[in-house]
């Protein structure tokens, strides 16, 4: 079956507009997690959806940053007034989400973001 | 807070060497440990996890022990091919597995 797919996969932007990256997580998966990758680091958690309860924000690093996911499925990051240190590569996963000790998080490919 | 610490990279060995990468880990409570594992071009893959002290992980002859005493997950290869060339990630993560930890990772090169 098909993974977690994120579009656009690369995306160039002026400082100072806005984007807004997609992903769409595996079928059934009730869980959705948005990183953020910046060159030569690991992932650091952004912000947590569970269905379209977004249930943890805490590390999106500004109020310029926003994610949704209004119908359980399809999720979408917005990041306005873009700055160069907003440059990074953004990973989603998603997980069945279920109780107990596992729930293993299935990563897209991510989108690249450049801000000149 | 929580945290994960890797060796650093690049780490170059020749095809057949034995590889180890070094994790270490700060937590509270009980977590779970992960090596992922990104190929060139691709998104993230769990290459295997552990969930209490003492287990062992296990996936295309990579191995990784979770030893709590030394809050320690060391990756373990004992023949290196050239396609095991990436980059690998050590992260953890609590009970509820909201979210994840991650080292900086450290890139593998295997020559041939």
């Known amino acids: 079956g098909a993974g977690v797919s994120q579009s656009p996969r690369y995306k160039v932007a002026k400082r100072g507009q806005d984007v807004a990256l997609r992903c769409d997580p595996i079928?059934?998966?009730?869980?959705l997690f948005w990183y953020q990758q910046a060159l030569g680091q690991g992932p650091e958690f952004l912000t947590y959806f569970q269905n379209e309860a977004q249930l943890d924000k805490s590390g999106l690093p500004s109020d310029r940053f926003f994610a949704e996911r209004p119908e359980g499925s399809v999720s979408t990051l917005k990041i306005q007034r873009t700055q160069q240190e907003d440059s990074a590569v953004y990973l989603c996963a998603s997980s069945l989400g279920r109780r107990g000790p596992y729930n293993e998080q299935f990563f897209g490919p991510g989108t690249r973001l450049t801000v000149l | 807070g929580d945290s994960v610490t890797q060796m650093e990279g690049p780490v170059t060995l020749s095809e057949e060497a034995f590889l180890t990468i070094n994790c270490t880990y700060t937590?509270?409570?009980?977590?779970?440990l992960f090596w992922y594992v990104q190929y060139p071009g691709e998104g993230l893959q769990l290459l295997l996890k552990a969930t209490k002290a003492d287990d062992k992980g296990s996936n295309k002859g990579f191995e990784a022990t979770y030893r709590k005493e030394t809050t320690s997950f060391h990756l373990e290869k004992g023949s290196v091919q050239v396609s095991d060339s990436a980059v690998y990630f050590c992260?953890?993560?609590?009970?509820?597995?909201?979210?994840?930890?991650f080292g900086s990772g450290t890139k593998l090169n295997v020559k041939p």
């Open positions: 937590a509270t409570g009980y977590p779970s």
């Open positions: 079928s059934g998966h009730v869980s």
């Open positions: 992260a953890l993560s609590g009970y509820n597995f909201n979210k994840f930890y």
